[in-house]
């Protein structure tokens, strides 16, 4: 199994930054997507952004110009630089990891535990 740790969450104020960090660890791979997500009180939960093991990025039509994800996939780590915060980014952010199994060629999805972002003065 593959646990996900995230770390960096907290309260900043609105126009301040913040960067995420989520390492992996157990059966995973270089070549899994990894990603963030993000759940508001009463909203779905969505995704932020993700980035292949190729370096392909996706964002939110929300966080485009002002979130930035990366990897550092020798450490199986994954990162996410926020600026320009709005009070609309507070929420739990969730770490994802996604691919297929080298060996046993299943498909494994795998979440962390969340951290709270709090955006507000």
């Known amino acids: 199994q593959v646990q996900l740790v995230e770390s960096g969450g907290g309260l900043v104020q609105p126009g301040g930054s913040l960067r995420l960090s989520c390492a992996a660890s157990g059966r995973i791979f270089s070549s899994y997507t990894m990603g963030w997500y993000r759940q508001a009180p009463g909203k779905q939960r969505e995704l932020v952004a993700d980035i292949t093991s190729a370096g392909f990025t996706n964002y939110a039509d929300s966080v485009k110009g002002r979130f930035s994800i990366s990897r550092d996939s020798a450490r199986n780590t994954v990162y996410l630089q926020m600026n320009s915060l709005k009070p609309e980014d507070t929420a739990v952010y969730y770490c994802?990891?996604?691919?297929?199994?080298?060996?046993?060629?299943?498909?494994?999805?795998?979440w962390g535990q969340g951290t709270q972002v709090t955006v507000s003065s």
């Open positions: 994802n990891t996604n691919g297929r199994d080298r060996y046993t060629y299943n498909w494994e999805n795998y």
